[in-house]
C-alpha cells in the first residue's frame, strides 16, 4: 500500500512539472526568453480609460445637403470678400499645407486614406491605405504627413510627384482613434509638433502623452511633451511677433448644449497645463466621479471661450497682402461645428480681435454653410492657409472641396 502510494505521488509531481514547462512555452512550442517577454508584454494594447459621463443634453449630427451645384452664394463674407472653388473632389479634406512653389497638400479623414498633392489644377495621390493621414506639413521641400500612431516623411516632394516614396520617421504615438487624428505643424524652433487628443471624452489616462502637445526634431528624435491639459486640439499657429503658440481645444461632450465652451488657447511658453480633465474653459470644475477633484486656478484659462460644441479646428493669423489692413495679424477660426447639442451652431469662419494677448471681440467672418430655418448643412470648414497673394484657402470635409477666398475691391 504504501509502495503504491508513493508511486502514485511520484507520477503526479512529475506531471505538473511537465504542466508547468509546458505552460511556459510559446505558441509555437518555443520556449519563451526574458527579452521575448518584455517585447510580448510592450505588445499588449494598455485599457482604456473608462468615461463614465453622465449624458446630457441634445444631439443633432450633421448630414450633407446635397446640392447638384456647391451654392456659393449662400456663403455671407464681409463687404468687398469673394469665394470660389479653388479643388474639389478631395474626399473629406482636411489639413492644408502649401509649398513654396504653389503646390497645396491636403490631408484626409476618408478610408482610403488618401494624402493629395494639387498643382496646376492636377492632383496626385500620394498615399493609400493609411489611417487618417490628416496631418500635414512642409519643411525644406520634404512633405510631413501624420498618421493616428505614425509620421511619414516624403523627401523632396515636388520632384517626385508621380513616383512620391516616403518613410517612417516615428511610429510611437498611441494607437487609439478616439481623438487620434493630428494636425500638424513646424514651430519657429524648426521643430514638428504634433497634438495627442485624449481617448475619451473625459477620462484621466496614466500616459502622459495624452491629451497633451509633443514636439519632435525633423527626424523623429527626441520627441518630448511641452503641453498638458489639451483634450483635442486640431489646430495651432504662431504669432507672427512673438512667435507664441495659440491652439484650439475642443471642449467635452454631454454636459448639455451650453457648457463648457471650446476653447482658443495662448502658451507664451512650455510646460503649461490647460486644465483637462479637471477643469473647463477656464472656471467649470470636472464633476465626474473617477475625475479627481481639482480647483481650475491651478491650470492656465483659455485667452477666449468659444461656444459650447461649435469645434474649433483650423487658427490662423491674418498677414498682410491681400485682406484690408484692418485685417492684419488678427485671428482666423474654422468653427467645424456642433454635433452635440439640440440646435447646431458653428461652421463658420470666427474673425477675433486682439488687443496685445487679450481677444477684445469675436465676430463672424464666413458663414452660410449652416442654414438655421431648418438646420441643415452643406458645408464643414475645416483648415486654413493663405496663399502668397494673401487671399486665403479653406478646407472643406463634407463638400469635399478647398475654398478660395479673396478680396476684391
Given at each position: ?48 480609460p473608462k468615461d463614465t459621463a453622465n449624458k446630457k443634453g441634445g444631439k443633432s449630427v450633421a448630414k450633407k445637403k446635397e ?77 510631413y504627413v501624420a498618421e493616428v500612431s505614425r509620421i511619414h516623411k516624403f523627401k523632396d516632394i515636388e520632384n517626385n510627384l ?248
Open positions: 500500500m504504501k509502495k503504491n502510494t508513493y508511486q502514485f505521488l511520484s507520477y503526479f509531481i512529475f506531471s505538473l512539472l511537465l504542466v508547468t514547462v509546458w505552460s511556459c512555452e510559446s505558441n509555437d512550442g518555443k520556449t519563451m526568453t526574458a527579452k521575448e517577454d518584455k517585447l510580448e508584454t510592450t505588445k499588449e494594447t494598455p485599457k482604456k446640392y447638384d451645384v456647391l451654392p456659393l452664394n449662400k456663403v455671407n463674407l464681409p463687404e468687398g470678400f469673394k469665394i470660389e472653388i479653388y479643388a474639389d473632389d478631395i474626399k473629406r479634406a482636411r489639413s492644408l499645407a502649401l509649398s513654396k512653389e504653389g503646390t497645396l497638400y491636403v490631408g484626409t479623414m476618408a478610408k482610403k486614406g488618401e494624402v493629395t498633392a494639387v498643382k496646376n489644377n492636377k492632383k496626385y495621390t500620394l498615399s493609400s491605405g493609411w489611417k487618417m493621414p490628416n496631418g500635414v506639413a512642409l519643411k525644406n521641400g520634404d512633405l508621380e513616383n512620391p516614396k516616403s518613410e517612417v520617421i516615428y511610429d510611437k504615438y498611441p494607437t487609439e482613434t478616439h481623438h487620434g487624428w493630428k494636425f500638424i505643424a513646424f514651430g519657429p524652433d524648426e521643430k514638428l509638433y504634433v497634438p495627442v487628443g485624449a481617448p475619451c471624452n473625459i477620462c484621466k489616462s496614466e500616459d502622459e502623452v495624452f491629451a497633451s502637445i509633443t514636439r519632435m526634431n525633423d527626424d523623429g528624435s527626441n520627441m518630448e511633451v511641452v503641453q498638458h491639459g489639451i483634450r483635442n486640439t486640431v489646430g495651432f499657429t504662431w504669432h507672427p511677433d512673438t512667435k507664441d503658440l495659440w491652439f484650439t481645444d475642443n471642449g467635452r461632450d454631454w454636459w448639455g448644449d451650453d457648457i463648457p465652451g471650446c476653447e482658443l488657447n495662448h502658451a507664451p511658453k512650455d510646460g503649461m497645463h490647460f486644465g483637462y480633465p479637471y477643469c473647463h474653459q477656464g472656471d467649470l470644475a470636472e464633476n465626474d466621479e473617477g475625475i479627481e477633484k481639482r480647483d481650475c486656478s491651478e491650470f492656465t484659462a483659455p485667452a477666449k471661450v468659444l461656444k459650447a460644441h461649435v469645434a474649433p479646428l483650423g487658427v490662423e493669423f491674418i498677414p498682410a497682402g491681400n485682406f484690408p489692413e484692418k485685417y492684419e495679424k488678427q485671428i482666423l477660426v474654422a468653427e467645424h461645428g456642433s454635433w452635440n447639442r439640440t440646435k447646431k451652431q458653428g461652421y463658420r469662419l470666427a474673425l477675433l480681435t486682439l488687443d496685445g494677448n487679450k481677444v477684445v471681440k469675436d465676430e463672424t467672418f464666413a458663414d452660410g454653410w449652416l442654414d438655421s430655418s431648418d438646420d441643415s448643412v452643406w458645408g464643414r470648414p475645416v483648415d486654413m492657409e493663405f496663399m502668397a497673394d494673401g487671399s486665403l484657402l479653406v478646407s472643406d470635409d463634407m463638400a469635399d472641396v478647398v475654398y478660395r477666398i479673396f478680396y476684391d475691391e
